[in-house]
Protein backbone atom coordinates (compact mmCIF):
# COMPACT_ATOMS: atom_id res chain seq x y z
CA UNK A 1 0.00 0.00 0.00
CA UNK A 2 1.69 3.71 -0.97
CA UNK A 3 2.69 5.23 1.80
CA UNK A 4 0.44 8.84 2.56
CA UNK A 5 2.31 10.35 5.41
CA UNK A 6 2.66 14.29 4.03
CA UNK A 7 6.18 14.29 2.55
CA UNK A 8 8.21 17.51 0.79
CA UNK A 9 11.69 17.42 -0.24
CA UNK A 10 13.75 20.80 -0.52
CA UNK A 11 16.60 20.90 -2.63
CA UNK A 12 19.51 23.81 -1.64
CA UNK A 13 23.15 24.97 -2.78
CA UNK A 14 24.02 25.08 1.12
CA UNK A 15 26.43 22.25 3.39
CA UNK A 16 24.31 19.79 5.37
CA UNK A 17 25.56 21.79 8.18
CA UNK A 18 23.83 24.68 6.87
CA UNK A 19 20.72 23.13 6.52
CA UNK A 20 20.61 21.21 9.84
CA UNK A 21 21.20 24.37 11.99
CA UNK A 22 18.53 26.20 10.33
CA UNK A 23 16.34 22.76 11.11
CA UNK A 24 16.62 23.55 14.71
CA UNK A 25 16.63 27.26 14.44
CA UNK A 26 12.94 26.37 14.56
CA UNK A 27 11.97 30.22 15.89
CA UNK A 28 13.77 31.32 12.60
CA UNK A 29 11.06 29.76 9.96
CA UNK A 30 7.92 28.01 12.03
CA UNK A 31 7.06 30.60 14.59
CA UNK A 32 8.16 33.25 17.30
CA UNK A 33 5.83 31.42 19.69
CA UNK A 34 7.71 28.45 21.12
CA UNK A 35 9.19 28.12 24.66
CA UNK A 36 11.63 25.76 25.47
CA UNK A 37 15.15 24.38 23.30
CA UNK A 38 15.03 23.47 20.21
CA UNK A 39 18.37 22.34 19.32
CA UNK A 40 19.15 19.76 21.34
CA UNK A 41 18.64 15.87 21.41
CA UNK A 42 15.88 15.19 24.53
CA UNK A 43 14.56 18.73 24.63
CA UNK A 44 10.84 19.28 24.52
CA UNK A 45 9.02 21.90 23.18
CA UNK A 46 6.40 23.94 22.81
CA UNK A 47 4.43 25.58 19.76
CA UNK A 48 1.17 28.13 20.19
CA UNK A 49 -0.95 29.97 17.31
CA UNK A 50 -3.43 32.32 18.90
CA UNK A 51 -5.69 30.26 20.42
CA UNK A 52 -6.00 27.90 17.43
CA UNK A 53 -3.31 25.27 17.39
CA UNK A 54 -1.03 24.06 20.45
CA UNK A 55 1.45 21.61 20.26
CA UNK A 56 3.87 20.28 22.68
CA UNK A 57 6.93 18.12 20.42
CA UNK A 58 10.22 16.42 22.09
CA UNK A 59 13.17 15.70 20.27
CA UNK A 60 13.43 11.54 19.59
CA UNK A 61 16.31 11.22 17.33
CA UNK A 62 19.40 13.44 16.82
CA UNK A 63 22.04 12.92 14.30
CA UNK A 64 23.78 15.64 13.75
CA UNK A 65 23.67 17.16 9.62
CA UNK A 66 21.60 13.83 8.98
CA UNK A 67 18.22 13.68 10.79
CA UNK A 68 16.16 15.06 13.50
CA UNK A 69 13.26 13.76 15.02
CA UNK A 70 10.50 15.62 16.68
CA UNK A 71 7.45 13.24 18.36
CA UNK A 72 4.34 15.17 18.97
CA UNK A 73 3.29 14.75 22.87
CA UNK A 74 0.36 16.67 22.66
CA UNK A 75 -1.51 18.66 20.10
CA UNK A 76 -4.72 20.73 19.82
CA UNK A 77 -7.14 22.34 17.04
CA UNK A 78 -9.95 24.71 17.56
CA UNK A 79 -11.05 23.68 14.24
CA UNK A 80 -11.38 20.09 14.30
CA UNK A 81 -13.66 17.44 15.61
CA UNK A 82 -11.01 15.35 16.83
CA UNK A 83 -9.20 18.01 18.82
CA UNK A 84 -6.02 15.84 19.60
CA UNK A 85 -5.09 15.79 15.61
CA UNK A 86 -1.17 14.93 15.22
CA UNK A 87 -0.84 14.01 19.28
CA UNK A 88 1.61 10.59 18.42
CA UNK A 89 2.80 11.34 15.35
CA UNK A 90 6.28 12.61 14.24
CA UNK A 91 7.85 15.76 12.33
CA UNK A 92 10.78 14.18 10.67
CA UNK A 93 13.86 16.32 8.69
CA UNK A 94 16.35 14.30 7.04
CA UNK A 95 19.65 15.84 5.30
CA UNK A 96 21.41 13.84 2.29
CA UNK A 97 23.56 14.59 -0.70
CA UNK A 98 21.72 14.85 -4.25
CA UNK A 99 23.68 16.31 -7.25
CA UNK A 100 26.24 18.01 -5.46
CA UNK A 101 23.36 20.17 -3.42
CA UNK A 102 21.75 19.12 0.07
CA UNK A 103 18.22 17.74 0.21
CA UNK A 104 16.63 18.04 2.71
CA UNK A 105 13.53 15.45 2.95
CA UNK A 106 10.59 16.75 5.58
CA UNK A 107 7.88 13.87 6.44
CA UNK A 108 5.19 14.43 8.67
CA UNK A 109 4.69 10.58 9.86
CA UNK A 110 0.97 9.92 10.75
CA UNK A 111 -0.52 13.33 8.60
CA UNK A 112 -2.64 11.00 6.50
CA UNK A 113 -5.78 12.18 3.99
CA UNK A 114 -7.97 10.76 6.70
CA UNK A 115 -7.24 13.44 9.12
CA UNK A 116 -9.61 16.21 9.26
CA UNK A 117 -7.18 19.03 9.27
CA UNK A 118 -4.90 17.09 6.25
CA UNK A 119 -5.35 19.80 3.98
CA UNK A 120 -4.52 22.96 6.15
CA UNK A 121 -1.71 21.24 7.58
CA UNK A 122 -0.31 20.22 4.12
CA UNK A 123 -0.55 23.40 2.68
CA UNK A 124 0.96 25.00 5.85
CA UNK A 125 3.73 22.70 6.01
CA UNK A 126 4.39 23.09 2.38
CA UNK A 127 4.38 27.32 2.98
CA UNK A 128 6.65 26.64 5.87
CA UNK A 129 9.37 24.32 4.69
CA UNK A 130 9.23 25.47 0.75
CA UNK A 131 8.97 28.93 1.62
CA UNK A 132 10.15 29.96 5.11
CA UNK A 133 13.17 27.47 5.68
CA UNK A 134 14.34 27.35 2.62
CA UNK A 135 14.99 30.76 3.06
CA UNK A 136 16.09 30.39 6.02
CA UNK A 137 18.73 28.05 4.79
CA UNK A 138 19.32 29.95 1.85
CA UNK A 139 19.37 34.08 2.88
CA UNK A 140 19.66 33.79 6.36
CA UNK A 141 16.23 34.99 6.67
CA UNK A 142 12.72 33.29 7.29
CA UNK A 143 9.19 34.03 7.90
CA UNK A 144 7.98 32.71 10.28
CA UNK A 145 4.59 33.54 12.68
CA UNK A 146 5.74 36.73 14.24
CA UNK A 147 5.31 36.23 18.29
CA UNK A 148 2.18 37.41 20.20
CA UNK A 149 1.84 40.39 20.93
CA UNK A 150 -0.55 40.80 23.56
CA UNK A 151 -2.17 43.93 22.15
CA UNK A 152 -5.83 43.20 22.03
CA UNK A 153 -7.81 44.74 19.23
CA UNK A 154 -11.20 44.33 21.37
CA UNK A 155 -14.87 46.77 19.94
CA UNK A 156 -14.63 49.46 21.88
CA UNK A 157 -11.13 51.40 20.84
CA UNK A 158 -12.14 50.87 16.97
CA UNK A 159 -16.06 52.04 18.39
CA UNK A 160 -14.31 55.33 19.67
CA UNK A 161 -12.52 56.89 16.41
CA UNK A 162 -16.05 56.26 14.66
CA UNK A 163 -18.07 59.91 14.83
CA UNK A 164 -21.60 59.65 16.60
CA UNK A 165 -23.25 60.02 13.18
CA UNK A 166 -21.96 56.73 12.13
CA UNK A 167 -24.66 54.53 14.05
CA UNK A 168 -26.38 55.93 10.30
CA UNK A 169 -23.61 54.85 8.27
CA UNK A 170 -24.04 51.82 5.53
CA UNK A 171 -21.47 48.80 5.30
CA UNK A 172 -20.51 46.48 2.66
CA UNK A 173 -20.03 42.71 4.14
CA UNK A 174 -18.77 39.62 2.52
CA UNK A 175 -17.50 36.27 3.79
CA UNK A 176 -16.00 33.82 1.93
CA UNK A 177 -13.70 30.30 2.06
CA UNK A 178 -10.24 30.31 0.72
CA UNK A 179 -8.62 27.28 0.65
CA UNK A 180 -5.28 28.04 1.42
CA UNK A 181 -3.84 28.83 4.96
CA UNK A 182 -3.91 32.23 6.49
CA UNK A 183 -0.24 32.87 6.10
CA UNK A 184 -1.42 32.70 1.98
CA UNK A 185 -3.91 34.46 2.45
CA UNK A 186 -2.61 37.27 4.70
CA UNK A 187 0.41 37.54 1.77
CA UNK A 188 -2.03 38.02 -0.55
CA UNK A 189 -3.73 41.24 1.05
CA UNK A 190 -0.45 42.83 2.45
CA UNK A 191 2.60 42.68 0.35
CA UNK A 192 2.86 44.14 -3.50
CA UNK A 193 3.15 40.79 -5.43
CA UNK A 194 -0.02 39.21 -3.10
CA UNK A 195 -2.46 42.79 -4.01
CA UNK A 196 -1.40 43.41 -7.39
CA UNK A 197 -2.18 39.33 -7.97
CA UNK A 198 -6.10 39.90 -7.31
CA UNK A 199 -6.65 43.57 -7.56
CA UNK A 200 -4.92 45.68 -9.97
CA UNK A 201 -1.08 44.99 -11.42
CA UNK A 202 -0.81 48.70 -11.15
CA UNK A 203 0.27 48.58 -7.47
CA UNK A 204 2.87 50.02 -4.86
CA UNK A 205 2.44 48.78 -1.30
CA UNK A 206 4.45 47.73 1.91
CA UNK A 207 2.92 45.58 4.58
CA UNK A 208 3.87 48.61 7.32
CA UNK A 209 1.13 50.34 9.74
CA UNK A 210 1.54 53.55 8.74
CA UNK A 211 2.51 53.40 4.95
CA UNK A 212 0.20 54.53 1.93
CA UNK A 213 -0.74 52.01 -0.66
CA UNK A 214 -1.39 53.15 -4.10
CA UNK A 215 -3.81 51.49 -6.34
CA UNK A 216 -4.13 52.87 -10.42
CA UNK A 217 -6.53 51.39 -12.53
CA UNK A 218 -5.75 52.81 -16.09
CA UNK A 219 -4.17 56.07 -16.73
CA UNK A 220 -7.27 58.10 -15.20
CA UNK A 221 -7.65 56.60 -12.04
CA UNK A 222 -6.14 55.61 -8.54
CA UNK A 223 -6.95 55.03 -5.34
CA UNK A 224 -4.95 55.57 -1.96
CA UNK A 225 -5.17 53.51 1.36
CA UNK A 226 -3.71 54.06 4.69
CA UNK A 227 -2.50 51.21 6.53
CA UNK A 228 -4.00 51.48 9.59
CA UNK A 229 -3.88 48.09 11.28
CA UNK A 230 -1.73 45.21 10.39
CA UNK A 231 -2.17 42.24 12.71
CA UNK A 232 -0.18 38.90 11.47
CA UNK A 233 -2.49 36.10 10.16
CA UNK A 234 -5.70 37.56 11.43
CA UNK A 235 -6.25 41.37 10.52
CA UNK A 236 -6.08 44.26 7.77
CA UNK A 237 -7.37 47.17 8.17
CA UNK A 238 -6.81 50.40 5.46
CA UNK A 239 -8.08 53.70 5.49
CA UNK A 240 -9.42 55.65 2.15
CA UNK A 241 -7.94 58.49 1.88
CA UNK A 242 -7.95 59.62 -2.58
CA UNK A 243 -10.84 57.77 -4.52
CA UNK A 244 -14.11 58.08 -5.77
CA UNK A 245 -15.62 60.83 -3.28
CA UNK A 246 -17.88 58.49 -1.75
CA UNK A 247 -14.80 56.04 -0.16
CA UNK A 248 -12.70 58.92 1.26
CA UNK A 249 -12.75 58.54 4.50
CA UNK A 250 -14.42 54.55 4.65
CA UNK A 251 -12.44 51.76 6.35
CA UNK A 252 -11.91 48.61 5.07
CA UNK A 253 -11.29 45.33 7.24
CA UNK A 254 -10.28 42.11 6.06
CA UNK A 255 -10.27 39.04 9.10
CA UNK A 256 -8.92 35.64 8.53
CA UNK A 257 -9.76 32.88 10.81
CA UNK A 258 -8.13 29.27 10.46
CA UNK A 259 -10.69 26.71 8.60
CA UNK A 260 -9.69 22.96 8.80
CA UNK A 261 -10.31 23.44 4.78
CA UNK A 262 -8.28 26.83 5.12
CA UNK A 263 -9.15 30.24 5.81
CA UNK A 264 -12.33 32.09 6.28
CA UNK A 265 -12.50 35.40 5.34
CA UNK A 266 -14.30 38.10 6.70
CA UNK A 267 -14.70 41.84 4.95
CA UNK A 268 -16.41 45.04 6.01
CA UNK A 269 -15.96 47.95 4.37
CA UNK A 270 -17.48 50.92 6.27
CA UNK A 271 -18.72 54.44 6.76
CA UNK A 272 -20.80 54.70 3.42
CA UNK A 273 -23.34 57.83 3.79
CA UNK A 274 -26.41 55.86 1.79
CA UNK A 275 -27.05 53.37 -0.21
CA UNK A 276 -25.79 54.61 -3.37
CA UNK A 277 -25.82 53.52 -7.27
CA UNK A 278 -21.70 53.50 -6.03
CA UNK A 279 -22.33 51.46 -2.95
CA UNK A 280 -24.37 49.02 -5.10
CA UNK A 281 -21.32 49.31 -7.83
CA UNK A 282 -18.41 48.74 -5.00
CA UNK A 283 -20.16 45.72 -3.54
CA UNK A 284 -20.57 44.55 -7.05
CA UNK A 285 -16.91 44.53 -7.29
CA UNK A 286 -15.61 43.27 -4.08
CA UNK A 287 -16.71 40.43 -5.00
CA UNK A 288 -15.37 39.84 -8.30
CA UNK A 289 -12.34 40.76 -6.86
CA UNK A 290 -12.79 38.58 -4.13
CA UNK A 291 -13.19 35.96 -6.73
CA UNK A 292 -9.87 36.68 -7.98
CA UNK A 293 -8.18 36.37 -4.86
CA UNK A 294 -9.40 33.34 -4.17
CA UNK A 295 -8.08 32.11 -7.45
CA UNK A 296 -4.93 33.58 -6.61
CA UNK A 297 -4.22 31.69 -3.25
CA UNK A 298 -5.94 28.67 -4.50
CA UNK A 299 -4.66 28.40 -8.08
CA UNK A 300 -0.97 31.04 -8.10
CA UNK A 301 -2.88 33.58 -10.34
CA UNK A 302 -5.59 35.47 -9.93
CA UNK A 303 -7.85 38.00 -12.45
CA UNK A 304 -6.46 41.37 -11.22
CA UNK A 305 -7.93 44.80 -12.90
CA UNK A 306 -9.07 44.52 -15.96
CA UNK A 307 -9.79 40.98 -15.89
CA UNK A 308 -12.39 40.96 -13.33
CA UNK A 309 -15.28 39.93 -15.12
CA UNK A 310 -13.71 36.95 -17.24
Known amino acids: MENQDFKTTVLVNATPQQVFGAINNVRGWWSENIEGDTDRPGAEFSYHYQDVHRSTMKITEWIPD ?53 QICRDAWTHYIQGSLKELIVTGKGNPTPADTGERTDVQPAQEEIPAASSTSKSIHHRLLIETPVETVYGALTTQKGLAGWWTPETIAQPEVGSILRFSFGPDYFKEMKVEELKPYSRVKWLCLKGYEEWIGTKMT ?15 HDGWKDYTPEFASCSYDWAMFFRSLKRLCETGKGLPYPDQYR
Do not use: A, M
Open 254 to 268: FELEPHRKGTVLFFH
Open 66 to 118: KKVVWHVLDNYFKFTTDKQEWTGTDVIFEISERDGQTQLTFIHRGLVPDYECF
